[in-house]
């Protein structure tokens, strides 16, 4: 069942050239994106910096509006929904972010900042009580840690403290935004068990976001490819990574093996997004036409649409793999 329908959201801003012209041009950080998320499953969405992966994850939070397109949650429409309307929910749907320095308060201890959110709830303090402890707990720390500060922790526990304040409110999705990009490789695979049991346990929807295409292998069940704002790739995880059908997709997945070349080769890249300083709404046909190896004269002037290309498994290419 769905828990998560996105339908056609748009967002754009309006950006300057530079910072000696006036001229403006527009940008499509959200661009025509649909998909659906399952209760309790883990939806993963890929895409190099800048496509609008954040910008989708805080419209779906409202913290910022759409332009145009639906949200439904739990089959409300939540688009139009005034902060009143959606304080409820607000508690269902919490958000995990990169980094736990900026996203955790300095000067509150551990307990403080689990519990912050219960404080809407009007609560008994020992129901309060019970609650975190029974949380730090289950994300793997001692109660001692409760009365520690953020700067006494480290990394991998930071950010198990801010999964543990995501859950204090029994949320049924919980958005990582790169919530497990800044640890080391074996914290970030202790993290992501933790994640997949926590979800077990709780039936919760991941809205898994990453720049690491192995964590999100491992741990989502459906993907999505962002590119410039537009979904050129969905479907099973599994089956996008044995038959991506998208050029970019193959390039995104080639590019977490030929890494350290790149870095030899002073970080150029050809699926950067930097300095290209065209409007959006200029692009006719595919935004990726001016990279990818297959491209002919048609990716220039139509916009490719998600098509199916297996059975649950779309790509908006005229030419898939
Ligand atoms: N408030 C804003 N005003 C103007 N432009 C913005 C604003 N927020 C985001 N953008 C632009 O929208 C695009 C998408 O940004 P976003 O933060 O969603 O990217 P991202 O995919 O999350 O990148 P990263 O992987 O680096 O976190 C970027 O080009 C960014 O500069
Ligand atoms: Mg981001």
Sequence with gaps: MALLELKSLNKSY????????RNRFKLKAVDDVSFTIKQG???????????????????????????????????QDITQQTEREFRPLRQKIQIVFQDPYSSLSPRLKVGQIISEPLEAFSLRPRI??????????????????LNRLPYELSGG?????????ALATYPKLVILDEAVSSLD??????????????QNRYKLSYL???????????????LAVMYYGQIV????TTRVYEK???????????????????????????LAREGNAVSDFKILGCKFFKYCPNSKQKCRQIKPQLEEVAPGHFASCFYPG
Excluded: W
């Excluded at 898994?208 to 459906?222: C, M, R």
């Excluded at 790739?233 to 099973?236: A, F, I, S, Y």
């Design 128 to 145: 309060v009580e019970e609650r975190i402890a029974e949380l730090i707990v289950q994300m793997g720390l001692g109660k001692e840690y």
């Design 157 to 165: 526990e930071r950010q198990r403290v801010g999964i543990a304040r």
């Design 14 to 21: 309006e950006i300057e050239k530079n910072i000696f012209s």
């Design 41 to 75: 499953k883990t939806f993963g969405l890929v895409g190099e910096s800048g496509c609008g992966k954040s910008t989708l994850a805080k419209l779906i939070v409202k913290l910022i509006n759409p332009d145009a397109g639906k949200i439904f949650f739990d089959r």
């Design 185 to 198: 490789l074996s914290t970030q695979a202790q993290i992501l068990n933790l994640l997949l049991e926590l």
């Design 208 to 222: 898994f976001i990453a720049h690491n295409l192995n964590a999100v292998e491992f741990i989502a069940d459906e």
């Design 244 to 270: 991506p059908a998208h050029p970019y997709t193959r390039m995104l997945l080639a590019s977490r093996l030929s890494f350290k070349r790149k870095l030899l080769n002073g970080g150029k890249t050809q």
């Design 233 to 236: 790739e969905t479907g099973v």
